[in-house]
């Protein structure tokens, strides 16, 4: 008990003296940032809570498939961004002098408006998104704790507070990297027990193999499922691993950069580290049908996979691992929606009085959604990507890599991907359809898909009438110092 006690004394404690590296510091600029700092921050503003024990049951289910969403996420989602989008992100942003995601697509399009727009969107969207992140990280800390889940809720909610008020944009990326490191360390453990108990991962994959199988691994524990299963798994990947290139708060870790030649040493590290945290977890989540019995929610796996295999101390360290991703996650959320209120919507640098408002209210609306039973706030959560890419993406990357800049064809392109992907989720999802479906199959398609889709078509005629718009784009110089 006391060694218990002692573990989670220093977390808190180191959490709070990494949290106050940013005092001192604008709240919305980093200072320079060293690459472990940055690569770790990256990857544990990525990977949630959701991606390790959520999408870990889903490994249970469907087997070794679920690794092509890992491969996805280290891939797509990290050597991608960081070949072609980071350091152009970074030159536009000091270009344009902007100081949040929100006021690069402003500037870089010339839209006041649509910054505003995009704003109130993160500003509530991204605080009720992260009422779901703080009720998973409660929800753990209730295994451990004696203390009421509300109370943990707006506990987790204070804390995510304290950290961007106090620390900033610097804080919280030297906090996220600190918790990158202890989700690495517990990853790292479970996975030694688990290829401890099958007899190594040669023997685990040989006797997956002999596994009959099931209706979510119709191919096999080792194959990709034929049908709507696999396409499933697919659609996974892309929601992942493409949607996450516009999020606002992955964007923002790029304004920390300080040279080209820092994201060629931040590159191998955030996809090493990647790769053990969600390849490891959905490799040993796929191995644990050899140990576990049949599993009734697969939310439950990996809690009852740690619970079976590791000694107190490990259980201990993984679910402050667990808490850390729901931590980072949460820290990322409230510093983007926060900087929304502050500074974005007013249209003037954020005094300190108002990073605290937005700090309350951001508590308030968190804190608040949270305490709300079911499932609408987890369905929310798991919308959040899909709708903020295919709002985003396609104006973002239109700006950064190709130097496109309109008005005109940015707000074309939001409209249609944010207007397309709520109507799909609203008419064709499965969770959310208000309505009879007009065509059954529809609801196989991703709504970011749909999303994508309308937004570049709304990106392509809003180019075609912009024609002083493109008059005035240039090529943007994204190699440049």
Not at 275 to 293: E, H, K, M, N, Q
Request: net charge positive; hydrophobic share 60%; with cysteine.
């Amino acid at each position: 008990m006391l060694l218990d006690a002692l573990i989670w004394i220093a977390y808190i404690a180191v959490f709070v003296w990494l949290a106050r590296k940013g005092q001192g510091h604008d709240a919305l600029t980093s200072g320079r940032v060293g690459f472990g700092i940055q690569a770790f921050a990256y990857v544990a503003t990525y990977i949630s809570a959701v991606a390790l024990v959520g999408f870990g049951g889903l490994a249970y289910a469907y087997g070794l498939q679920m690794l092509l969403v890992a491969a996805g996420n280290v891939w797509l989602g990290t050597w991608i961004v960081y070949r072609f989008l980071a350091w152009p992100t970074r030159v536009c942003q000091r270009n344009l002098q902007a100081r949040t995601p929100t006021q690069l697509l402003a500037k870089g399009h010339k839209s006041p408006f649509l910054g505003k727009a995009l704003a109130l969107l993160l500003a509530v969207f991204l605080g009720v998104y992260a009422s779901a992140v703080i009720k998973g990280a409660a929800l753990l800390l209730a295994q451990i704790l004696p203390l009421p889940l509300w109370s943990l809720i707006w506990l987790v909610a204070l804390l995510v507070g304290f950290a961007v008020f106090v620390g900033g944009l610097r804080g919280v990326l030297y906090t996220e990297a600190m918790q990158g490191l202890v989700m690495l360390l517990g990853i790292c453990m479970l996975v030694w027990a688990v290829f401890s108990k099958v007899g190594g991962p040669i023997q685990g994959i040989a006797d997956l193999a002999q596994l009959a199988p099931t209706a979510q691994a119709n191919e096999g524990f080792l194959a990709l499922s034929s049908g709507e299963q696999g396409w499933f798994i697919i659609s996974l990947v892309v929601v992942t691993s493409i949607a996450v290139w516009a999020q606002p708060q992955m964007i923002q870790r790029h304004f920390a950069l300080n040279s080209a030649k820092q994201v060629n040493k931040i590159t191998p590290l955030a996809m090493l580290v990647l790769t053990v945290l969600v390849g490891g977890a959905y490799f040993v989540a796929s191995l644990s049908r050899l140990i576990l019995p049949e599993v009734a929610s697969p939310d439950d796996v990996m809690p009852t996979l740690v619970k079976m295999l590791l000694p107190n101390v490990g259980l201990q360290i993984f679910v402050l691992a667990i808490v850390s991703a729901s931590l980072s996650t949460a820290t990322a959320i409230f510093h983007i929606a926060v900087s929304a209120i502050a500074e974005d919507l007013p249209g003037r640098k954020a005094s300190r009085s108002m990073w605290l408002l937005g700090i309350a209210f951001c508590v308030l609306l968190s804190g608040g959604c949270a305490q709300i039973k079911g499932q609408l706030i987890a369905l929310l959560c798991t919308t959040s990507w899909s709708i903020v890419g295919a709002t985003v993406l396609v104006a973002y990357v239109a700006l950064v890599r190709f130097g496109k800049r309109s008005s005109l064809a940015a707000w074309i392109s939001c409209v249609a991907g944010f207007t397309s992907c709520m109507l799909w989720y609203l008419l064709a999802h499965k969770s959310f359809a208000l309505t009879p479906l007009l065509w059954e199959q529809a609801a196989l398609i991703p709504p970011f898909f749909v999303g994508f889709a309308f937004s570049l078509a709304g990106w392509l005629l809003g180019w075609a009438l912009d024609r002083e718009g493109r008059k005035a784009s240039s090529f943007w110089p994204a190699a440049s110092a």
